[in-house]
């Protein structure tokens, strides 16, 4: 180093200049610094830093270990959790169809239901009907018939009175009156 300072100011000046670095006890200021980092190791070396920094990062690494290992189990558990999860998706989702299934069956059974309800609704209506009509029949015919019985009543009633006198009637009961005598 002190010839790259001489041949620069040589270089400039043209002469060569000498410096002499100082020293302490004939070492110059790089040994010393090359003496204090050996005396700094050895204190190191002689009070076992070196073992309690490896100690440090043993423990640092046992740590991050117990770290991975519960993170690999937390992550373990997150998994069976949404496998657990996916389950009890599909599962619903079974049976969310199934409860669909059973509706839609229920609702066509109600469906079939209600139209033989509807259709044995129907018969008996119409039977009623037919049987009210019936009974209309019944009842008109039953009403002619008292009617046509009481015309001919009245006009039976008609023809005697016309036909039958005090004379005709006497002849006709003593007829009748003289078959009472007599056992038949």
Known sequence: MV?????????????AELHHAPTALGISAPGWVALSMLVVIAILVWKKVPALVGRMLDQRIATIRTDLDEARKLRAE??????????RNAASAG??????AHAEAEAAAMLAKAEADSTDLVARRQ????DKIAAAERGAIAEVRAKAADAAARAAAAIIAD????????????????GLGRPN
Not at 95 to 100: E, F, K, L, Q, W
């Open 95 to 100: 049976d969310a169809a199934a409860i669909v």
């Open 78 to 87: 997150a998994e069976a959790m949404l496998a657990d999860a996916k389950a």
């Open 163 to 178: 036909q039958h006198g005090a004379v005709a009637d006497k002849a006709l009961v003593d007829r009748t009156i003289a």
């Open 3 to 15: 010839d790259a300072h001489a041949n620069v100011a040589e270089a400039v000046a043209g002469t």
């Open 127 to 130: 039977k009623m009907a037919e």
